[in-house]
């Protein structure tokens, strides 16, 4: 069911919220970089010599031999980059991205974002050797931006994170393009011919579907292989598989089918219906969420920190320090990043709003729009990539410094622009932070005062819709706390919608009747609030026995009751579920959009707060 975060909340312990958010990857990326600044000042042959160290698989007379950096840069980070196209595809199936049109200013954004950073690298390395190493300047890194977001995540809105994460994908895609073409050693076009030919097969067998993962991961590792045979980095693998990956949302119907299967296993136990069940779940979670959930935590917590040990290590001393300072491969990395992405990303999309008149435009206000300028300004995992590719030497050791101080800068002058709109009068703050572009809407069916069941002042600027069940234990745990937030806002509208599950919940769509029942005699929120009060008693005498308690007309509701006078009532609402892609319950929208987080009081007021916001700055 939707509500299973209320379950979870009694297992969950600070460290485990820890490990669970951004931020606590972006401090595991932060601690792997001291620590190979540390083992590199400390023992620097002792890291070279370890980093170095090659490792072979063989199989029959073919086989891949790499040092250990080259594993980690060219193998591991495969999986990396195929964790942020799960994510780049799961925003473009089911977030932000659906709205096609919502693609277009990320799109110019991120190719933007890195041919002014070029620029600027160009400019300062004109007529030096390192003019070669453009590349490393042109790449904002996704570990690090969705992190800085994170630990800034109150003094930002929520609608920058897909922003971000869009223009992310781009530049990681164009920049792998970039090593294949311009950084990559003497291409073999027959391992390159059987690399596409591999991809080519995967294509073919999502488009006949084609399920089992197991093929899919082969013929992945064959592509890789074969990349990587033909001298083009093989890391793009990871991000073109993971964009291929569909998200999608539980169905009804098939959680309706694994709930059969699971109560044919409670019958009979038997090996047999112990995999169909397993089959049955599996099936029901889209392959994107699936993948997401397997590999997100290896990645963010073991393989990019990984990444930044084998790589970040540089002696750190006065000589270098010196070095840098007039290096022109350092101070082109770090303004190309911290001074070219910002204008970038700013220039780009207010140079789009005009031509458009105001149809294209950042789906935050142009104070975050800002802020996300400054955070596209940390490079990091790419900018190593292609630096480790195009330098040697003392020029990789100012490259990477550049890079270093440009995630340093980057941090800084983020926090520096959301200081100053955090000084601004609060209306002003609100616009600088929301904008007052249209919020994508995710409710299917409007609410209609004249239909709908409402709580609340009618003409609230902020609307809360439930859809729920009247016999699901986790909407009885919600009940009350839909009630605190009525009391604690006084603007708000509670709408209350039926999704009876009966496959789990036999009794919950004669509750549902029996409400109708009750609101033809204008007495539904009481039939609601006593139904909530009794979720163990809601057998056909019961229902009677409530109904008489409230007064009603107990001779008319048995009739009601009897000819199902409210089931077309709750058939409308279940089919508006169907519509707004919702599964189970309790689902909360609030003005429109779907609310995908806890609905404890502290969740559901902070996403109040924020409609309330966006109203406000869209009123005259």
Known sequence: MAGQTVCDDNLRTPWRDFLRTETGS????????????????????????????????????????????????????????????????????????????????????????????????LGINSGHSSVHGWGAAMST?????????????????????????????????????????????RIAVPALLVALGIFGAILLLRAVGVRPGAVYALLAI?????????????????????????????????????????????????????????????????????????????????????????????????EQLSRAVNSPVTLGILLGFVLGKPVAVLGTSWLASRVSHGRVRPPVGWGATAAGGTIAGVGFTVSLLI??????????????????????????????????????????????????ADGIVDLAAPVDPERDHIRGRPDAPVTVVEYGDFECPYCGQAEPVVRALLADFGDVRYVWRHLPLPDVHPRAQLAAEAAEAAAAQDAFWRMHDLLFEHQDALRPSDLVRHASEIGLDAQRFRRDLRKRAGAGRVAEDVESADLSGVSGTPTFFINGVRHHGAYDIAHLSAAVRTARQRAAVRQP
């Open 387 to 436: 630096a480790t590719l195009a330098f040697t030497g003392n020029q990789l050791e100012e490259a990477k410094l550049g890079i270093l101080g440009a995630v340093v800068t980057a941090f800084a002058l983020t926090w520096a622009v959301t200081a100053v709109i955090r000084l601004l009068p609060r209306r002003t703050q609100i616009r600088a932070l929301l904008g007052a």
């Open 26 to 121: 972006a401090v595991f990326l932060l601690a792997a970089v001291v620590a190979a600044l540390a083992w590199a000042n400390i023992g620097p042959g002792s890291y070279e010599t370890f980093w170095g160290t090659h490792l072979s698989l063989q199989l029959g007379s073919h086989g891949v031999s790499l040092d250990l950096r080259g594993w980690v840069n060219n193998g591991l980070m495969t999986l990396f980059f195929f964790v942020v196209g799960l994510e780049a595809r799961r925003e473009f199936d089911m977030g932000e991205l659906r709205e096609r049109r919502r693609v277009k200013l990320p799109l110019l954004v991120g190719v933007a974002g890195m041919l002014v950073p070029v620029a600027v690298f």
């Open 222 to 318: 064959a592509t890789w292989t074969a990349l990587l045979k033909s001298g083009i980095d093989p890391v793009v693998t990871g991000l073109a598989v993971g964009l291929l990956t569909y998200a999608y949302p539980a169905a009804r119907s098939d959680l309706e089918r694994a709930s059969g299967l699971f109560r044919l296993f409670r019958e009979q136990p038997t090996p047999e219906l112990e995999r169909s069940v397993r089959q049955g779940l599996a099936s029901a979670i889209s392959p994107n969420a699936r993948l997401q959930r397997m590999f997100h935590p290896w990645t963010s917590y073991v393989i990019v920190p990984l990444f930044a040990l084998a790589n970040t290590g540089i002696p750190i001393g006065t």
């Open 141 to 185: 890194d996704t570990a690090f931006a969705l992190g800085m977001l994170a630990l800034l995540g109150s003094r930002l809105p929520t609608g920058l994170r897909a922003f971000i994460l869009t223009v992310t994908v781009v530049d990681d895609f164009v920049a792998l393009g970039v090593i294949a073409v311009a950084y990559s050693d």
